[in-house]
């Protein structure tokens, strides 16, 4: 069975639109390939963070992921920082990586011009993430396209350290699936729903209320023509609630315009609220009983055993190549 390898950042909430567009791809891939999934706690500080939140937000990440239907025996989840093979192995690539190959970045040219105050970890962070995927041998990297650039630098530096220490890394391939159903914003539809956006009324988050949820989507943004059609261009704010219920049901955009012909805004508001709540109530349920479980450290101590005997293998034969030690 191939191999594939996720990292996840434990920063901020999950969104109503993150679950849609990439949890349950996730949950489809687990049952074909043996996936790896960590938490990248320390990509995320390459910006500050509080320490109590990001502890936090580690935790209630697993658990949310969980409730979604990560199955944890299916997956090798284990938390990045508890691995010390990554930065060790980090090390190693980032003096096989040229700093012009860095500034080149997109990502670093983005946000070193909005923080004149950027640490080198901004620099560096995508030789870890390079560490991160060829430490496992990895077959693919599920990741949209704005972060496939980060799997090409992965890709080059794995092709460059077996030219000069011979075989070391197998050379992993993006997997860019056909994106999940992308969830545009309830306030403007014409953006996409993020957890950063400006007004929050926009966002449905998985851990909302039964009543925020609600509000959200009957005060949601659409047009007059009050015909329930799915047209981007012209009616963004039904097609994207079209979306969502075509999501969350399995049924074609199609079949939800014909269910719902002769019903109108509110009727079908309602009917997408209903169907929201529901599907996100499981899911929070789920997370209350994980969230102060011993199952949570039971599944990281057992992923991490796992990783860190993989990882311990590939940076001894790295050190052997190079050099280093006795």
Known sequence: MKKILTGLQPTGTITLGNYIG???QMVNNQDKY????FIADMHAITVKQDPKTLHQNIKNLLAIYLACGIDPQKNTI???SEN???ANISWFLECNTSFGVLTRMTQFKDKSKKNEKFTSGLLTYPVLM?????TYDVDYVPVGIDQKQHVELARDIAINFNKVYGETFKIPKPLITETGTKIMDLVNPTKKMSKSSENQNGVIR???SEKEIRNKIMKATTDSDNQIKFDVENKPGISNLINIYSALTQLTIKEVEQKFLNSSYAE??????DLVVNELTSIQEKYQQLINSKQLNEILDNGIKIARKEAKTKYELMKTKIGLGR
């Open 84 to 86: 010390e093979y990554h």
């Open 22 to 24: 990439a949890i349950k």
């Open 78 to 80: 284990f938390i990045q």
């Open 130 to 134: 390079a560490a991160d995927i060829l």
């Open 206 to 208: 998985i851990l909302d």
């Open 34 to 37: 043996n996936s790896y999934l």
């Open 268 to 273: 079908f508001k309602k009917a997408t609220a």
